[in-house]
């Protein structure tokens, strides 16, 4: 799902693969590249569900302006994932509703 060789840009650079865990699925990722761009490069398009009603949400303005990408990235809510790079290792949780902080022990 990731373009690898673009007709204006040529071809995409050689980066470093790291692993990031889904939903409790690990999937591969690009060292420093957004995590929606990873997430979308692995076909994931729903990154949270609105409070309300429950709707599918997914990458909209890909700025960090609006909210309709924040997911739960080891264990912290609310997290703009257009804007917030991949390392090795995080935990990222579709985000229900307005998303729970851990509880404190």
Do not use: Y
Request: with cysteine; charged share 25%.
């Amino acid at each position: 799902m990731r373009i690898e060789e673009h007709p204006i840009l040529g071809s995409l650079p050689k980066a470093q693969t790291v692993w990031i865990e889904v939903d409790g699925k690990r999937i591969p990722a690009r060292a420093g590249e957004p995590i929606a761009a990873a997430l979308l490069a692995a076909g994931i398009r729903v990154f949270r569900t609105t409070h309300r009603r429950g709707e599918p949400r997914g990458l909209f303005c890909g700025v960090g302006r609006c909210t309709d990408c924040v997911m739960t990235v080891d264990g912290v809510p609310n997290v703009r994932t257009c804007v917030t790079p991949v390392r090795d290792g995080m935990k990222i949780e579709t985000q229900r509703g307005l998303g729970r902080w851990p509880e404190q022990k």
